[in-house]
């Protein structure tokens, strides 16, 4: 689980921290703001969205109160006090069409068999991603989940030279397991998270 959670109240809007990284509505919201800009998601036609990580619903909100999409959203999140803080404090019933599971996004994957145009990989424990995660039968599989005009965002936050090795890895690993992928480097209040995007229309 995630360990020590909290929900401050900062500049008019609560957020949810863990005891070293924002999860929810802080520096990570501003992440995927920042990377979902870049590769014009608000443009984009997206009608089913797969949220491994949920949090307090960070990407549902950019998705659905700031880029105005009606879409079918799947979010999935194993940690069920991160859940219970959702419904507290962030409004949880205010997103349109989300189905929330409260599964490990492991298993959920595996056993996952519908396709998405959107694919959001953030799933943390503070702020490591856990070693199953960068295994190839999860990427390939997360591949797979993809429709044919599908885009994966998968979020590392790099605090060490050990996570920074795993990152390379990894985007070798993305190139080769689901093809064509981008690298996004965003330092945001003294974090730096590295965004590996992986988009089907490209050509490799």
Same mark, same amino acid.
């Given at each position: ?19 070293? #990284?924002? *999860? ?14 870049? =590769? ?5 036609? $997206? ?19 700031? *880029? ?7 979010? #999935? ?11 507290? *404090? ?20 595996? +056993? ?7 694919? #959001?990989?953030?799933?943390? $424990? ?22 044919? +005009?599908?885009?994966?965002? *998968? +979020? ?24 064509? &992928? ?10 730096? +998270?590295?965004? =590996?995007?992986?988009?089907? &229309?490209?050509?490799?």
């Amino acid at each position: 689980m995630s360990g020590k959670l909290e929900v401050l109240f900062t500049n008019g809007k609560y957020v949810l921290d863990s005891a070293h #990284v924002n *999860y929810s509505f802080g520096g990570l919201h501003a992440v995927f703001q920042k990377a979902f800009s870049d =590769f014009n998601i608000k443009n984009r036609n $997206i009608k089913n969205v797969l949220i491994l990580g949920f949090g307090s619903g960070s990407v549902a909100s950019i998705l659905q109160n700031e *880029y105005g999409k009606k879409v079918e959203m799947v979010g #999935v999140e194993k940690d069920e006090a991160v859940i219970a803080l959702a419904k507290k *404090y962030f409004s949880l019933d205010k997103y349109k069409n989300l189905t929330l599971h409260c599964e490990d996004a492991f298993e959920f994957v595996q +056993n996952c068999k519908e396709k998405h145009d959107l694919v #959001v990989m953030d799933v943390f $424990i503070d702020r490591d991603v856990p070693e199953n995660f960068s295994a190839a039968a999860f990427i390939s599989k997360s591949g797979n989940l993809l429709s044919d +005009n599908g885009i994966l965002f *998968y +979020n590392l936050v790099i605090h060490n030279e050990k996570v920074r090795d795993k990152g390379a890895k990894l985007f070798k690993q993305m190139n080769e397991l689901i093809g064509k &992928t981008d690298w996004l480097r965003i330092n945001v209040n003294q974090t730096e +998270n590295w965004i =590996f995007i992986s988009d089907k &229309t490209k050509k490799p």
